[in-house]
């Protein structure tokens, strides 16, 4: 996707510089050892704020829907792209544990993870890891510290992409079509289990470390997408909480 945030230095600062930084912790059920630091259940959007890409004018929708004796999220786009983003980042290493429940009512004809006229996904999770300075070379410093000074924040070091892909790949991890520092896992992929509610549970340090081969940054933020605008096509998505929690 051309104007995609997650994939360029540029557009990730814009990102970054429009979410807000206050703090809000969620009531959450753990189960028993596990040590929750937010769970999101999508009684409404007061934790999320939009991200509307520039040149992209058509607009992914995200609403709270009522269902099956549960609030969700859903999220439409058809031939367009838009973003939510949680206000708050959190501290990777104490809390490296993500699960949720998605679905999806339908997947992308066009749809190609290999290719960026097919980089669609009807559901995204994004895992955005913050730049940090003091760990950073001579020249990352100074391109960082160039997009800094004109922008007014760090964009995002690097980013893991969970996804829901349209068709099957023989591996688990993927680089974008767009750039090496965004990777995308593919925990669901093609038609076999659409319309149907799905609980995932990843590790997001070990699936960092196997997609850079090092360690995560300190602090991440988490960012929902349904997109359709490389594909003119149209998708229905669904989540029904996120929990972020540590074992």
């Known amino acids: 996707m051309t104007e995609h945030a997650f994939h360029t230095i540029r557009l990730p600062v814009l ?16 189960a028993p050892g596990d040590r929750v630091l937010f769970r999101e259940e999508f009684r409404d959007l007061s934790n999320w704020k939009d991200f509307f890409f520039p040149k992209i004018s058509r607009h992914s929708r995200y609403s709270i829907e009522q269902g099956e004796g549960t609030a969700f999220l859903k999220a439409e786009s058809n031939n367009s792209a838009s973003a939510i983003v949680y206000r708050e980042s959190f501290p990777v290493q104490e809390y490296p544990l993500l699960r949720w429940r998605w679905k999806v009512a339908n997947l992308y004809e066009r749809g190609n993870a290999r290719s960026k006229a097919g980089d669609d996904y009807p559901i995204r999770i994004y895992i955005m890891f913050e730049y940090d300075p003091e760990k950073a070379g001579p020249l990352e410093r100074l391109k960082y510290g160039f997009v800094k000074k004109r922008y007014g924040e760090y964009p995002p070091h690097s980013s893991l992409s969970y996804v829901w892909a349209s068709s099957q790949e023989e591996v688990k991890i993927l680089s974008s079509p767009y750039t090496d520092q965004a990777k995308m896992v593919l925990l669901q992929s093609g038609p076999e289990r659409i319309g149907t509610w799905q609980d995932q549970e990843v590790d997001i340090r070990a699936d960092y470390r196997e997609a850079f081969g090092t360690d995560p940054p300190a602090r991440a933020r988490i960012a929902i997408m349904n997109d359709s ?19």
């Open 15 to 30: 990102l970054f510089a429009f979410v807000c930084l206050t703090a809000y912790t969620l009531e959450a059920s753990a």
């Open 229 to 247: 605008d490389d594909t003119g096509e149209s998708s229905t998505s669904c989540i029904e909480y996120i929990e972020v929690f540590g074992r």
